[in-house]
């Protein structure tokens, strides 16, 4: 067995460790031969391909049942309102929050619930729209997304009523 496979085996089984998990039901009828494979294995008597042997029938007879990295991923989420009334300038509808603070990696959604049509623009420190994150115009009950991956601050307004303005943090 080469150097690189001596190191590279440890570390493929200590991410399977972190991955796995044993059905208990079926640990009970783990047959002795399996048994005695990772001891030898342990003491340098089998083989690596009798151990990884040994692996793949705990994996095909569901002893070791690995999980999909898709059901490890979860997507974190954040919502900004665009309350009824919004669109008034004298209104105190202003978005809900009115600075929402994230974690790096959350989606954000605003939803609209006003009686008129909105969007998101986003700005730069000046003011000025940048073409990072802009809805489409929203009509009542329409959503928009938008994943914020760096660290800073973001600003954003509604064109179409300029004096409402938020802004999303990102930690």
Same mark, same amino acid.
């Given at each position: 067995?080469?150097?690189?496979?001596?190191?590279?085996?440890?570390? *493929?089984?200590?991410?399977?460790?972190?991955?796995?998990?044993?059905?208990?039901?079926?640990?009970?009828?783990v047959p002795e031969w399996v048994k005695n494979t990772a001891l030898w294995y342990g003491e340098?008597? =089998?083989?690596?391909?009798?151990?990884?042997?040994m692996i793949k029938f705990l994996i095909e007879n569901n002893v070791i049942v690995i999980e $999909?990295?898709? +059901?490890?991923?979860?997507?974190?989420?954040? $919502?900004?309102?665009?309350? !009824?009334?919004n669109s008034d300038v004298s209104s105190i509808g202003f978005y809900l929050p009115l600075n929402?603070?994230?974690?790096?990696? +959350?989606?954000? +959604?605003?939803? !609209?619930?006003? $009686? *008129?049509?909105?969007?998101?623009?986003?700005?730069?420190?000046?003011?000025?729209?940048?073409?990072?994150?802009?809805?489409?115009?929203?009509? +009542?009950?329409?959503?928009?997304?938008?994943?914020?991956?760096?660290?800073? =601050? /973001? !600003? /954003? /307004?509604? $064109?179409?009523?300029?004096?409402? =303005?938020?802004?999303?943090?990102?930690?």
């Open positions: 067995m080469g150097q690189l496979q001596k190191i590279i085996l440890p570390i *493929v089984f200590s991410i399977l460790l972190v991955s796995f998990s044993v059905n208990f039901a079926s640990a009970q009828s340098g008597v =089998v083989s690596e391909q009798e151990f990884l042997n $999909s990295a898709e +059901t490890e991923l979860t997507k974190i989420q954040a $919502s900004i309102t665009i309350p !009824n009334g929402l603070e994230i974690s790096s990696g +959350t989606t954000v +959604t605003w939803v !609209n619930d006003d $009686s *008129v049509l909105h969007n998101i623009q986003s700005l730069d420190k000046l003011g000025n729209v940048i073409d990072w994150f802009n809805s489409p115009p929203l009509n +009542t009950g329409d959503k928009f997304e938008f994943t914020f991956d760096e660290p800073g =601050v /973001y !600003n /954003y /307004y509604c $064109s179409f009523h300029p004096w409402r =303005v938020g802004s999303v943090t990102v930690k």
